[in-house]
């Protein structure tokens, strides 16, 4: 297993394409897909395809989104990190998971450390985030994150707010 990221109750590995099946399970609920695009975007085939997408950004990139493991159990619980946004030559933090750890502060704790990661060892000096405008609890995250709202745009064939933060600005904000 190759770990990217730890935190206090999350291990951040990369995915293998072994991953597809849970990957696939968990974009299964409609309530998690709501705000990725619904079953259009998350059938088993676009999964698939994501993940290899995921796995050549870690070729590219170094980093990529990542399998979300919850360290008490080893149970794959979601996925999360960095990848370029669409043909925006950005860099986007992502999250996701499945609804049983909603309202945990897990959204916030994983995008915490990719931000940190990105600016850190990646060498980034801005990171966006992008999100359905009715998804109010990413929208919270990329607040508490020190986001902040650009603008609204088109991202994944739907419209998006956009949100970003600089490396200065993150580190102003993590030094409160």
């Not at 502060?105 to 405008?133: D, H, Q, T």
């Given at each position: 297993?190759?770990?990217?990221?730890?935190?206090?109750?999350?291990?951040?590995?990369?995915?293998?394409?072994?991953?597809?099946?849970?990957?696939?399970?968990?974009?299964?609920?409609?309530?998690?897909?709501?705000?990725?695009?619904?079953?259009?975007?998350?059938?088993?085939?676009?999964?698939?395809?994501?993940?290899?997408?995921?796995?050549?950004?870690?070729?590219?990139?170094?980093?990529?989104?990542?399998?979300?493991?919850?360290?008490?159990?080893?149970?794959?619980?979601?996925?999360?990190?960095?990848?370029?946004?669409?043909e925006t030559g950005e860099i986007e933090v992502g999250y996701g998971m499945i609804k049983e750890f909603w309202g945990r502060g897990i959204g916030c704790e994983c995008a915490r450390v990719w931000l940190?990661?990105?600016?850190?060892?990646?060498?980034?000096?801005?990171?966006?985030?992008?999100?359905?405008?009715?998804?109010?609890?990413?929208?919270?995250?990329?607040?508490?994150?020190?986001?902040?709202?650009?603008?609204?745009?088109?991202?994944?064939?739907?419209?998006?707010?956009?949100?970003?933060?600089?490396?200065?600005?993150?580190?102003?904000?993590?030094?409160?």
């Amino acid at each position: 297993m190759i770990v990217m990221l730890e935190t206090q109750r999350l291990i951040l590995r990369k995915f293998t394409p072994d991953d597809v099946p849970r990957l696939v399970e968990m974009r299964s609920d409609p309530e998690v897909t709501r705000y990725l695009g619904g079953s259009r975007r998350q059938n088993p085939e676009a999964v698939a395809q994501r993940m290899r997408f995921y796995i050549d950004c870690y070729e590219k990139f170094g980093f990529g989104m990542s399998a979300m493991l919850w360290k008490e159990t080893g149970e794959m619980i979601g996925w999360s990190g960095l990848q370029p946004l669409e043909e925006t030559g950005e860099i986007e933090v992502g999250y996701g998971m499945i609804k049983e750890f909603w309202g945990r502060g897990i959204g916030c704790e994983c995008a915490r450390v990719w931000l940190r990661y990105g600016f850190a060892k990646a060498g980034l000096e801005r990171i966006v985030a992008v999100a359905f405008p009715a998804n109010t609890a990413s929208r919270r995250i990329m607040e508490k994150c020190g986001m902040r709202y650009e603008k609204t745009e088109e991202h994944y064939g739907e419209q998006c707010v956009f949100y970003a933060v600089t490396k200065d600005e993150f580190l102003r904000n993590s030094q409160k």
